[in-house]
Nanobody, 114 residues
Framework: QVQFVESGGGLVQPGGSLRLSCAGS????????MGWYRQAPGKQRELVAQ???????NYAGSVKGRFTISRDNAKNTVYLQMNSLKPEDTAVYYC????????WGQGTQVTVSS
């Protein structure tokens, strides 16, 4: 059974940091393109960052320089380090895995507010 479990979300003040984790099981994790997406209320889900099986990364312009995606294939886990958080980063964050099939995590809420 394929499963992805996200953790690390929460409430943080503007300028603060959070690290999201997404642990996968039931797949050959190292083969998958891994990504983080987010969806704010009333908005479409959007790509935040991706990391290929080889470690190449891609970021949305709105987070470039503030967020860092990484992966640990030995732990079947992808991370999203989020620094200098802004209120507009508030959203539900989802991890995504893509190879021959595509999978989503259940999402974790990130709220940036004073």
């Amino acid at each position: 059974q394929v499963q992805f479990v996200e953790s690390g979300g929460g409430l943080v003040q503007p300028g603060g940091s959070l690290r999201l984790s997404c642990a996968g099981s039931g797949i050959i994790f190292s083969s998958y393109l891994m990504g983080w997406y987010r969806q704010a209320p009333g908005k479409q889900r959007e790509l935040v960052a991706q990391i290929t099986s080889g470690g190449s990364t891609n970021y949305a312009g709105s987070v470039k320089g503030r967020f860092t995606i990484s992966r640990d294939n030995a732990k079947n886990t992808v991370y999203l380090q989020m620094n200098s958080l802004k209120p507009e980063d508030t959203a539900v964050y989802y991890c995504h895995a893509a190879y021959y099939s595509s999978y989503w995590g259940q999402g974790t809420q990130v709220t940036v507010s004073s």
